[in-house]
């Protein structure tokens, strides 16, 4: 059973920083693509970076040199270390297996953890 615990999330004000991280269970985490989605109130679910098994990257331009994904395979672990945040970063926020690192790609499992809410306010 693939499974996705999302953490690190919390109340953070304009410019500060915040690191995520993603622990995954249930399938060979090493071999996969996998990437940061976002859900702000309201709004669509949407994508916001990719990371694949060798550690090439790939951002939304709204997060575009704030934001670094990483990974570590020997801990089944993604990570989204997130700088300089502005109000409109202000989500839940998930990860997920993506079908590719393209921008906007889809989520390859259906199933998705509870997410960590991130909010930015002053």
């Known amino acids: 059973q693939v499974q996705f615990v999302e953490s690190g999330g919390g109340l953070v004000q304009p410019g500060g920083s915040l690191r995520l991280s993603c622990a995954a269970s249930?399938?060979?985490?090493?071999?996969?693509?996998m990437a940061w989605y976002r859900q702000a109130p309201g709004k669509q679910r949407e994508w916001v970076a990719a990371i694949t098994s060798g550690g090439g990257t790939n951002y939304a331009d709204s997060v575009k040199g704030r934001f670094t994904i990483s990974r570590d395979n020997a801990k089944n672990t993604m990570y989204l270390q997130m700088n300089s945040l502005k109000f409109e970063d202000t989500a839940v926020y998930y990860c997920?297996?993506?079908?590719?690192?393209?921008?906007?790609?889809?989520?390859?499992?259906?199933?998705w953890g509870r997410g960590t809410q991130v909010t930015v306010s002053s």
């Open positions: 997920n297996v993506a079908r590719n690192v393209g921008t906007n790609a889809d989520a390859a499992f259906s199933g």
């Open positions: 249930g399938y060979i985490f090493s071999i996969h693509v």
